[in-house]
């Protein structure tokens, strides 16, 4: 695991396998960005314009090497770029630059960042970056490809500050639980199913003194859970739903985030198409998102309640699998005609909201790989929000921008409601209209919030697992995509005292 630090020390003068510095695109050509000074000197001033005649332009994704001068202890230079230099270098522009470093490096023992970093925000950003790009998923591989870089090192001249050391904490604590998302989902489904999932989240909980509290299929039946029984009863497989609890004898507000679990989702009887099935092992990253979050807040003693509910299950088609037409007496009462048995999730995410409810948070937020819809809407790197009041959308809409993810406030048009309860032999059907279907998504799953309880529904289907070439930060596979806006809307309602 890569490990992380922050030094006072000259970036000529460290020690390391390779020295990172930024550069930028600007009016008149190259230019470095601070930080880099003490390079520039050891290339006599020279060093803008070698990096040019390499070919460097300065812009966002970029990575050049080349031999370190005397005078710097590093052997290797790279110079990452940071983009226009006119707009400045925000939080995110860091972030992803030492992002693209670290996957550049690995194989190295150690790198020093010398990157912008003055303020104890700018540390964070160039630690986490650094820290999420240098992850690597080799659970399956027998030892082929590079290691990831094994220290990482972020340079500052904030002396003697404590909040620098704050910035590498919490950077190393929200770095590693993102990351410990992204092996869930990357994890093959026949070793990550509901039970082996609920297993791993006890053994955390226990590592981490949070509260875990798991309901088998026996509990599940006798509780009268039916969206998750009958999402899972076609699996050998049977669902679980996972409570973890984190309490601060302080906290003034309580926080729901409810994730969705599907291990693995063929679409059950509704089968999926060929070419749709092949990365269905990510239908459980909003599970992965909710449970890396609560880990999160503990391990950085936010002054806030939260609670994650992982509702697991495996959508297969078998003998026993719900059929398209069957009804499914949902917890809390409602019934459900099942019209598409690929429409699951949001069957396993109403039995979740309504236990949720029942313990009266303040706010319930759930997180889904809900629909293709979104994806059609938003593309594969921005997630929609949407909620039942348009404060708590636009709050989180701007708690996401704030953290560095993407994503769009959406309607939940009233109009749309009436495709779902045109079923005349249950209370609503889990499928609507088709044209806005992540909205219908939405709405049906608004029905089983209760009554005063404000609730926002994050579709992550787009961002949750990267197909293409790595980019920034973000590997291909798993990217634990809305974490950092759940833990930064959690750390909010800490410093406000109020959700």
């Avoid at 520039?40 to 300065?58: N, P, R, S, V």
């Avoid at 009887?269 to 990365?279: F, M, Q």
């Avoid at 994050?458 to 974490?483: M, N």
Wanted: net charge negative; glycine share 12%; aromatic share 4%.
């Amino acid at each position: 695991m890569t490990a992380l630090s922050v030094s006072t020390s000259s970036a000529a003068s460290l020690r390391a396998d390779a020295l990172v510095i930024g550069v930028a695109k600007g009016p008149k050509g190259l230019l470095l960005a601070s930080g880099a000074e003490a390079v520039a000197e050891a290339f006599d001033g020279k060093l803008a314009e070698l990096l040019a005649t390499l070919g460097a332009t300065g812009a966002e994704g970029e990575a050049v090497k080349l031999p370190a001068p005397a005078g710097v202890k590093a052997p290797l230079v790279l110079a990452v770029g940071l983009g226009e230099a006119e707009q400045g270098h925000s939080l995110e522009t860091l972030r992803k630059a030492a992002g693209v470093a670290a996957r550049t490096l690995a194989g190295a023992k150690k790198a020093a960042l010398a990157l912008p970093a003055v303020s104890a925000e700018e540390i964070e950003a160039v630690a986490l970056g650094a820290l999420l790009g240098a992850y690597s998923y080799s659970t399956y591989r027998n030892g082929d490809g590079k290691a990831p870089v094994g220290e990482l090192t972020v340079l500052t001249e904030r002396k003697g500050s404590k909040d620098a050391k704050a910035a590498i904490e919490r950077a190393t604590a929200v770095g590693e639980e993102i990351n410990r998302a992204r092996d869930l989902i990357n994890a093959a489904p026949n070793d990550l199913n509901p039970k082996s999932f609920a297993a791993i989240a006890q053994a955390a909980a226990k590592d981490h003194g949070l509260k875990f509290e798991v309901l088998d299929e026996k509990a599940l039946t006798k509780g009268g859970f039916g969206g998750l029984l009958g999402v899972g009863t076609g699996s050998a497989n049977p669902p679980r739903l996972v409570k973890v609890a984190y309490t601060h004898p302080k906290a003034k507000a309580t926080l729901a985030f409810v994730g969705k679990g599907i291990t693995y989702d063929s679409g059950g009887i509704s089968l999926k198409p060929a070419g749709h099935n092949e990365t269905m092992k990510c239908d459980m990253a909003g599970a992965a998102a909710v449970f890396a979050t609560v880990v999160a807040a503990k391990r950085l003693g936010l002054q806030v309640n939260v609670t994650a509910w992982l509702a697991l299950a495996e959508n297969m088609p078998s003998g026993t699998a719900t059929r398209p037409g069957d009804v499914l007496r949902m917890y809390g009462g409602k019934t459900v005609e099942v019209l598409n048995t690929d429409a699951e999730g949001r069957l396993v995410l109403a039995d979740a909201i309504v236990r949720a409810g029942e313990e009266q948070p303040d706010v319930i937020v759930d997180v889904a790989t809900l629909t293709g819809a979104m994806v059609l809407a938003l593309g594969n790197r921005i997630f929609g929000v949407m909620a039942n009041s348009d404060e708590l959308r636009d709050r989180l809409h701007a708690t996401a921008e704030a953290a560095g993810e993407q994503s769009w406030p959406m309607p939940l048009p009233v109009e749309l409601r009436k495709g779902m309860t045109e079923t005349t032999i249950a209370d609503l059907a889990n499928m609507g209209e088709r044209m806005g279907g992540g909205l219908v998504a939405g709405l049906f799953l608004k029905e089983f919030v209760a009554e005063g309880i404000d609730w926002a529904h994050l579709d992550i289907a787009g961002p949750a697992f990267h197909e293409g070439a790595p980019f920034g930060y973000t590997p291909r596979g798993g990217t634990g995509s809305a974490i950092r806006t759940l833990l930064r809307f959690a750390e909010e309602t800490a410093a406000n005292g109020a959700a």
